[in-house]
């Protein structure tokens, strides 16, 4: 594999192909953005763990079509199962957020309704959201998309976890990740992050019937997207141990 | 101490201070954007560990005074000395870095110049990025304001580290934080980062001359200000270990 060359994403890749056509925003990414031409060598990714690397054998402006010769496919396994579950930020906070919590290695997103939420999902929001996924995806080589799910209202989120999941509560009174049980390989680690101003008393009292440990992530208090990104990272560490 | 009431930042505070005058900046900052009024609760902070709360006894616009009656004043432990050693990211990534990085729990940050270094410090960058490092840490409560200190070369960096300080170098073929070395109380812990594209391999023999190991952040390669964040982070949990 290719440790130099960009990344690219097209859902279309298959593991059979000997080809693969990026078309609009993806060819207008490899041309414009990237200034490559035909001869480079780049990455493709399905996001759904098929990398393939190969040249690009024709590049076309109108409509915008790249179409990339596959010398090396690979597939590649999804790796450990983080889990963010937060309260929306304001703005261009979400965009961060998932940005950098996709670098972190966050594999499931769900965005989580509290009490104090200030900020609910808009309108595309998860199209919105997927696109910052995939460009971070790509920049960082993950050829696991994260899965953006629907919008949930905590008590519902905490009802419907699964026996499997480990939830985790980012907690100013939490322990140090050193300090939290160790996870097994492939189970679902869980990170909840609260709203600016916290969860609330009844919030934490439902949640402290579902969770397996509070986590600490720094010494301060911290904005939702720190939490968030801190959060994963922090138990991505967790399934390190074994 | 008020756990509710804003923060807001004043160099002059002093330990047998009765009042705090804030002004400029500070003050439009409590009468624009928080919308306080006389008799609203604040805390005040000096950076260098002393916390004062009291009500606001005057407040007027031209020019822009605010002055506090103290009720109570705390100093607070400086905390873990964190510091922050890396590449500068390009643009608006340097107030992401800083802003999270504060959050996170930095003391000291050292802009780096590496080899592929992609940006340097612009004009009045130390005066920007203290007025980034001030509003988070209003924002997230830390009496310790980030010491910031001037760009250095990675050699005469390296040079200059104490015998006391800790080097961990951020890495994807580090290990995970559990794995690392315990560190002491008060011990300098430095995370590394390198800029896009990573240290050249001459600098990392430097680096392996003073390091004391290295340590992944993440599952997948990193944007420097998301490596810088979660270094600044992981490193932390290490002196909660004792």
């Not at 402006?61 to 790796?79: F, H």
């Not at 910052?132 to 519902?156: F, G, N, Y």
């Amino acid at each position: 594999m290719n440790n130099h060359a960009p990344w690219f994403y097209a859902a279309a890749l298959d593991e059979s192909a000997a080809a693969v056509l990026l078309t609009e925003e993806e060819a207008r990414h490899v041309m414009a953005a990237r200034r490559l031409v035909v001869g480079d060598t780049v990455c493709v990714t399905n996001g759904r763990g098929l990398v393939a690397c190969g040249v690009i054998t024709s590049a076309s402006n109108r409509p915008p079509e790249v179409a990339v010769s596959i010398a090396e496919i690979q597939k590649l396994p999804p790796g450990i199962p983080v889990h963010l579950a937060s309260a929306l930020p304001k703005g261009d906070r979400q965009k961060t957020m998932l940005d950098m919590a996709t670098q972190a290695g966050m594999q499931i997103f769900t965005p989580l309704r509290c009490e104090r939420s200030i900020a609910a999902p808009g309108k595309n929001a998860a199209e919105r959201w997927q696109r910052v996924t995939i460009e971070s995806s790509k920049q960082c080589r993950r050829a696991w998309l994260p899965e953006i799910r629907p919008e949930a209202a905590l008590a519902d989120f905490l009802d419907a976890q699964s026996s499997g999941a480990q939830l985790f509560l980012a907690s100013a009174d939490g322990v140090s990740v050193s300090d939290l049980p160790q996870a097994a390989m492939n189970q679902e680690l869980v990170i909840l992050v609260g709203p600016e101003g916290g969860f609330t008393s009844d919030e934490l009292i439902l949640i402290h019937g579902h969770c397996r440990g509070e986590v600490r992530l720094a010494p301060s208090v911290l904005r939702t997207e720190t939490a968030a990104v801190l959060g994963v990272a922090l138990l991505g560490q967790l399934s390190n141990r074994q």
